[in-house]
T-cell receptor, first 116, second 115 residues
Framework: KAGVTQTPRYLIKTRGQQVTLSCSPI?????VSWYQQTPGQGLQFLFE???????NKGNFPGRFSGRQFSNSRSEMNVSTLELGDSALYLC???????????????FGQGTRLTVV | KQEVTQIPAALSVPEGENLVLNCSFT??????LQWFRQDPGKGLTSLLL?????REQTSGRLNASLDKSSGRSTLYIAASQPGDSATYLC??????????????FGPGTSLSVIP
């Protein structure tokens, strides 16, 4: 079956612009999580959506927002871009059944965002 | 607060060697632990998932163990190959008191296998 698909793979934006990233989870998966990865900070959790509702949120400013659609696809939006937003943005999907022990996260290839 | 650490931060070994990567977590109340591999600039590839009730999992040349009581997991790679060169991350899935479960990552171990 198809894996997690993130689009676009690469993006270059200028400071002050906004950007929208997309993530299509594995078919049947209802949970989508977003992460920011930078060389200095490692993987940092942004937020998680489950059945169109945000369940968890990391410590990022309000410029970072997201949403999930009824087909479980998710989008992440960053407004008023700053140079420090340059990073690899990763999306993970999981089935998230009642059995948490068996819940496995699967990642997409990421979107490389460069802010100039 | 759950914290995940990985030792060593970087490792360089000659091809053919067996090696062990370490992962430690501070709170033993986890649902599971997952090992990932990440190639430069790419996404994470899931290698092994160990449920909290399990002690180890094996896949090919990889073997991961879990000791919840001591807060440790090891990833054993047998007969290393240059293609194993990548960053290896461990992550624990935990229960959040005020919300649902959450995945917490370690900083990763950068592995280089020298031909």
């Amino acid at each position: 079956k198809a894996g997690v698909t993130q689009t676009p793979r690469y993006l270059i934006k200028t400071r002050g612009q906004q950007v929208t990233l997309s993530c299509s989870p594995i078919s049947g998966h209802r949970s989508v999580s977003w992460y920011q990865q930078t060389p200095g900070q490692g993987l940092q959790f942004l937020f998680e959506y489950f059945s169109e509702t945000q369940r968890n949120k990391g410590n990022f400013p309000g410029r970072f927002s997201g949403r999930q659609f009824s087909n479980s696809r998710s989008e992440m939006n960053v407004s008023t871009l700053e140079l420090g937003d340059s990073a690899l943005y990763l999306c993970a999907s999981s089935l998230n059944s009642m059995n948490m022990e068996n819940t496995e996260a699967f990642f997409g290839q990421g979107t490389r965002l460069t802010v100039v | 607060k759950q914290e995940v650490t990985q030792i060593p931060a970087a490792l360089s070994v000659p091809e053919g060697e067996n090696l062990v990567l370490n992962c430690s977590f501070t709170d033993s109340a986890i649902y599971n632990l997952q090992w990932f591999r990440q190639d430069p600039g790419k996404g994470l590839t899931s290698l092994l998932l160990i449920q909290s009730s399990q002690r180890e999992q094996t896949s090919g040349r990889l073997n991961a163990s879990l000791d919840k009581s001591s807060g440790r997991s090891t990833l054993y790679i047998a007969a290393s190959q240059p293609g194993d060169s990548a960053t290896y991350l461990c992550a624990v899935r935990v229960s959040m008191k005020t919300s649902y479960d959450k995945v917490i990552f370690g900083p990763g171990t950068s592995l280089s296998v020298i031909p």
